[in-house]
């Protein structure tokens, strides 16, 4: 029969979504898994769309011979293996399968979480060596215990109606969702001091981001109650491993059970020398019915874009016609590091967020503009599995209204997107335009008017503005080895003081211990280090 589009399935799928796919009519498909490189060039001009796992690699060359290719789907979360920027060039839609692991891998949460009450591991190893000595392996009741779930999304709730049923006590840390429809799950709210000073074991379910990476440190360890035992199903790199450690062989913490690692596999870790520590390789979301659900979502997604049903879970935005990519572009940079700024210098709990277009930029389509500003702004905090589409869900779940308007008319600047975030206390404002209809500026914070470029390392200073902030900033950057690139700064008087708002691009980040150096230094209201 004469297909109208060719589907490649590069990895191995499982038989419910190969089924979705062979059954439609219009899709011919042909499975051909593990090849390499030039194998892939070799076949690629004549598939529509291809359907791959995490090891199917899809570099640029590939995508530039891939001339039919109109959908990448990833059954799965990361997308780290298919060349993004290639692919958007050319109009592919990527898409991925977020919701299909969720409760396999609340499934292993609860099963690392018995596991370490009841030893399992080392029990099941003593009785395989001929032992019986019952009394070296007294476990501890769940019931009663206090779990403190970090990170309310998905995983973290499914986990928390798991952990209801077994009569603990659930206290919930997650700063950037609306809990007042939640709270039928029979959880209490809580800031994170008082989770750590809490509870009996913590659970990780947040993604991996700049602000969360090490959150699990030598200082919240010292916070966590003593004898608390730590489950991370989530990402490795959320926990200070050398500090976890310290913390199990001074007694401090009883145990940890570890799905994930900084780096995978493990190798020669020192956690994994400790009895106290129990491990899985990456477990969470390996079990048949995880690998088939996101086999068969990625098989319906995949079927839906090409007959043109509908796009879910893009990871990128290429539905546009090139020319019109090509213009939008910049203004999608520009919108998104927008976003991403708020989330990064002002974080918390958003309540609204008033977009304004100003000027020529009025003249597009201004939908995935404003999409690409709540991409940005949900990114550092949802991580990865933020997309384009998804985004005015994940809005409108964390109780976020997003608004937009426009004017033709010029303000401060001939042309602009302005963003203005409402917070429980407070409301924050930036601006942005483009210089030389390219190059993504930021020209307000707030009150302070500035210059300054969103790309790559930024570090934001709030002063007094006094002489010497910045040759004294200068000097502590300089000593420490980052290297300025940029700098901007405005300023605003208020009474009988002035204040600065700068803001230095820098070569490379700017560590903890030196952003803590400047945060010290007495103009210095206050700093933060930001990354695009
Ligand atoms: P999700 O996006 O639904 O939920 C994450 C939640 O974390 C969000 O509600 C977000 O508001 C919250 N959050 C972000 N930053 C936070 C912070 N600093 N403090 C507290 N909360 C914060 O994601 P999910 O699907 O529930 O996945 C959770 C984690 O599990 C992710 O890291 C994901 O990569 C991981 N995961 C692991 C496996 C595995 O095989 N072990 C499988 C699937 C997912």
């Known amino acids: 029969m004469k297909t109208n589009y060719k589907v490649l399935v590069s990895d191995p799928l499982g038989n419910g979504g190969l089924s979705i796919l062979k059954k439609e009519p219009r899709i011919g498909v042909d499975v051909k898994t593990g090849l390499g490189e030039s194998e892939l060039k070799e076949i690629v001009a004549k598939y529509d769309a291809i359907v791959v796992r995490s090891s199917t690699h899809l570099t640029k060359e590939i995508i530039q ?69 019952r009394s070296k392996f007294i476990g501890t009741e769940l019931h009663g215990k206090v779990l403190g779930v970090i990170g309310f999304g998905r995983i973290g709730r499914e986990v928390a109606m798991r952990a209801n049923a077994f009569g603990m006590r659930v206290l919930a840390y997650d700063p950037f969702i609306a809990k007042e429809n939640l709270r039928q799950l029979g959880v209490e709210f809580t800031d994170l001091d008082s989770l750590l000073k809490a509870a009996d074991f913590v659970t990780l379910h947040v993604p991996l981001t700049d602000a969360t990476q090490n959150m699990i440190n030598e200082k919240i360890l010292r916070i966590m109650k003593r004898g608390v035992s730590i489950i991370n199903c989530a990402r490795g790199g959320l926990v200070d491993e050398e500090a976890l450690y310290q913390a199990i062989k001074s007694g401090h913490v009883r145990g940890a059970a570890l799905d994930v690692f900084e780096k995978e596999p493990p190798g020669k870790n020192a956690l994994l020398q400790l009895d106290q520590v129990i491990a899985t390789p990456h477990l969470g979301a390996a079990t048949q019915e995880a690998q088939e659900s996101v086999g068969i979502s990625v098989a319906q997604q995949v079927i839906d874009a090409l007959l043109e049903r509908g796009i879910r879970n893009a990871v990128n935005l290429p539905s546009l016609d090139f020319e019109t990519m090509r213009l939008l572009k910049p203004w999608l940079t520009l919108a998104e590091r927008i976003g991403s700024m708020h989330a990064q210098l002002f974080g918390g709990s958003f309540r609204k967020v008033s977009i304004r277009y100003g000027g020529e930029v009025t003249s597009f389509n201004l939908a995935p503009l404003t999409l690409a500003v709540v991409k940005g702004l949900l990114t550092p905090i949802c991580g990865e599995t933020v997309n384009y589409v998804n985004a005015p869900a994940l809005a409108r779940e964390r109780g976020i209204v997003v608004n937009e308007s426009k004017t033709t008319q010029a303000e401060e600047f001939t042309t602009f997107i302005s963003v203005q975030v409402t917070m429980d206390h407070q409301k924050n404002l930036i601006v942005g335009t483009l210089f030389g209809n390219q190059d993504p500026r930021v020209v307000r914070i707030n009150e302070f008017f500035l210059d300054a470029t969103p790309k790559g390392f930024v570090l934001v200073i709030h002063n007094e503005d006094k002489p010497g902030v910045v040759g004294g900033v200068g000097t502590i950057l300089g000593k420490n080895k980052v290297n300025i690139a940029e700098m901007t700064l405005g300023r605003v008087t208020k009474g009988k003081k002035t204040f600065a708002m700068t803001v230095i691009n820098t070569d490379q980040t700017v560590p903890a211990k030196v952003l803590k150096e400047l945060k010290a230094f007495r103009p210095i209201i206050d700093a933060k280090v930001i990354k695009f």
Request: charged letters at 25%; aromatic letters at 2%.
């Open 65 to 133: 011979k891939a001339k039919r290719l109109k959908v990448i789907g990833r059954a799965g979360v990361g997308v780290d293996n298919v060349d993004l920027e290639a692919a958007t060039k050319q109009g592919v839609i990527v898409m991925n399968t977020p919701e299909g692991n969720t409760i396999s891998t609340s499934e292993h949460t609860m099963s690392l979480l018995l596991a370490l009450a009841r030893n399992i591991p080392q029990a099941h190893a003593h009785v395989r060596e001929g032992e019986w000595k």
